[in-house]
Every structure is written in C-alpha cells, then in structure tokens.
C-alpha cells in the first residue's frame, strides 16, 4: 500500500473521530434540560439499581462523617427529584466559564446519583469520576471523601457540591481534595447557609442529624489554606435569608507547600 492511501485512510479515520465526538457533544447538550438529563439519570438507576442490582454502600472508614449522612442521602437516591436537581448547575455552569480543558479528569465528590456527573457531560467534560458512600453506578466509586481511593495530582478539577457540611473534619476532607488535584488544578465548593438549627432540622427529618452549616466563602476557603491561589468564583451569604448557596471556585498552589 502507498504512501497516499495510507495517509488517505488516517484522514479519513481522523474525520470518521471528529464527526463521532461533534455527534456526542451534540447529544449531550440536550442534558443541559432538567427534565431530560432526570429521564436519562433515572433510566440508568433502573438499569444499575434495580434490574442488575448493583446498589452498594460503604462502611465508613473514618469516623468523620455526620451521624446519618448515609441514611439521609440513601433517603432520597432513587426520587426524580434528586436525578434532575438544577442546583448543581449553580456551581457548574460558573465553573464551565473557566479556560479549563474539557479532557481534563474531574472528579465529582457526593453527587448522590449520576445527575451531577450528567451535568458535567452537557458542559463537555467527558472524563468524569464520582466518589460517594453510595454507588449503583460504574461512573461512581465507594468512597470516604476524608480518604480518597485516589493517587495524588490525579484530577484537574475536583468538585465538592454542597458535601463538605456532611464532614467532622472538614479540614481533613479539603486536604484529600487538595492531595488529588494537580498543581494550578481548580477546586469547586458548594455549601448551604441555613438559620434552622442541627435540632431543628433533626426535628424536621425524623431523625438526628447534627449539620453545622457553611456560614461564609471566607470559612470554605480557610479549610483550604494555605493551597488558595487565585479565587475565580465568590459567592457568599445573602444578608438578611434564612437559607441560599454559597459557592467558592479557586486554582490550587501546592508547589510552595511540597514537603
């Protein structure tokens, strides 16, 4: 075979590969609708969870964890609700601004279902990891986020989507995120502010789950310290509401710190 038709064969392959990944790009922004990416999330639970059994939960293996987070989350994976949530978006879609590469590894802590780990797909990234305590899903490791099944510098993104309020030791879990993200990597942190008490909302639920609320992006932040670099994304606490997000996405310097 020539030279030519060995070269036309590799054009040809390449132009076969850009139209498959322009045809995926395509069908993954129909995920940036609610309703579809919930249809789609809630399909693959029926799929994972229920026809082939693969629902797990972890045994913690750190005592870190506010008592009933497993319950709590367990409570509502498997509701529509919960497969089409738009909240993670509010941290996402500011995220996604970012020059950041969409081959990039991200890794998403908590998520729950594979709504958020969707999400991430309608905005292009396409190498996405979840860690949780529970997993039906092969996208989705079992994991404790104080002690990440991870190498370190193994993500260029590591999202924490309202899932570092569920920690004791929130600057334990913030010193795994940062352990596994890459120098000049982007960390994204979404908490909630809320004025009802960890009694009260125990009270609310049925049963005891003893939450200390986010109360600003100063103290997100402080759990990262000193590994702050340049904070793209600021969103704080609403004065005057009893409940709203607030939200920190920042660069990661490990470089100085390096023991």
Not at 87 to 110: F, M, Q
Not at 176 to 181: F, G, L, P, Y
Not at 248 to 256: C, D, G, P, R, T
Request: aromatic share 10%; charged share 20%; glycine share 6%.
């Amino acid at each position: 075979m020539g030279t030519v038709s060995v070269m036309k064969r590799i054009l040809r392959t390449l132009h076969l590969w850009e139209l498959a990944f322009a045809l995926r790009k395509f069908i993954f922004q129909f995920l940036h609708v609610d309703v579809l990416r919930g249809i789609v999330a809630a399909l693959r639970y029926v799929v994972y969870a229920v026809i082939l059994r693969r629902m797990r939960t972890l045994e913690l293996s750190t005592g870190n964890i506010v008592r009933n987070t497993l319950r709590h989350n367990m409570s509502r994976v498997g509701t529509f609700r919960e497969f089409a949530t738009p909240r993670p978006k509010l941290l996402l879609y500011p995220l996604s601004a970012l020059r950041v590469s969409r081959s990039t590894p991200v890794l998403s802590v908590g998520p729950r279902t594979e709504g958020e780990i969707l999400s991430l797909m309608s905005l292009g990234f396409h190498n996405v990891r979840a860690l949780d305590l529970i997993s039906y899903s092969p996208w989705m490791d079992l994991g404790d986020m104080h002690a990440m099944p991870y190498q370190n510098d193994q993500f260029g993104i590591v999202v924490m989507g309202w899932v570092i309020a569920y920690s004791t030791n929130r600057q334990k879990a913030a010193e795994e995120a940062v352990r596994v993200t890459r120098d000049g990597g982007i960390i994204a942190v979404g908490a909630q502010y809320a004025k009802e008490s960890a009694k009260e909302a125990s009270k609310r639920l049925g049963y005891d789950i003893p939450l200390t609320p986010i109360q600003s992006v100063d103290e997100i932040l402080s759990y990262f310290s000193p590994f702050v670099d340049h904070v793209f994304v600021s969103v704080d606490r609403t004065p005057g509401v009893d409940k709203c997000d607030i939200m920190a996405i920042f660069s990661v310097k490990k470089q100085l710190h390096s023991p």
